[in-house]
């Protein structure tokens, strides 16, 4: 099938379903906001647990992009946007890491100096269990 008979027709979200997204969103944020401020600890774990996840997301999809453009596959071209759009969230994930840096005593207990001196077991790996390496 020729290129030329593609005909791509943009069509909008109704308001409705539009409305219920932000609905939705507004929930899961008041949610989360109450996560961290019930149980702090418990929340980054899971802050942790989802970042993981999604950042593994992206990276693989930037990694099936390139592994495309090296081999020179042609046939991926139609579904090679959602990776490349998963892998567009890899700037974002940059600043999501930053309240994981910032709270990285609450969620390792090895990067606390007091728990890692009263540890034999983690005294010796201190040279490589500490948020600097």
């Known amino acids: 099938m020729p290129q030329n008979d593609l005909i791509y027709q943009k069509k909008n979200l109704p308001e409705s379903l539009k409305r219920l997204g932000f609905i939705l969103l507004g929930i899961g944020l008041a949610l989360g906001l109450a996560g961290f401020l019930f149980d702090a600890q418990r929340a980054f774990f899971n802050y942790l647990l989802t970042f993981?996840?999604?950042?593994?997301?992206?990276?693989?999809?930037?990694?099936?992009?390139?592994?495309?453009?090296?081999?020179?596959?042609?046939?991926?071209?139609?579904?090679?946007?959602?990776?490349?759009?998963?892998?567009?969230?890899?700037?974002?994930?940059?600043?999501?890491?930053?309240?994981?840096?910032?709270?990285?005593?609450?969620?390792?207990?090895?990067?606390?100096?007091?728990?890692v001196a009263g540890d034999k077991i983690l005294t010796g790996k201190s040279p490589y269990l500490n948020a600097s390496f």
């Open 52 to 115: 993981i996840f999604i950042m593994s997301i992206a990276v693989g999809s930037l990694f099936l992009i390139a592994l495309e453009y090296i081999a020179g596959a042609e046939w991926s071209t139609p579904i090679r946007r959602i990776p490349e759009f998963f892998a567009s969230s890899i700037p974002l994930l940059f600043v999501l890491v930053i309240p994981l840096l910032l709270n990285i005593h609450s969620i390792f207990e090895w990067s606390q100096k007091n728990v």
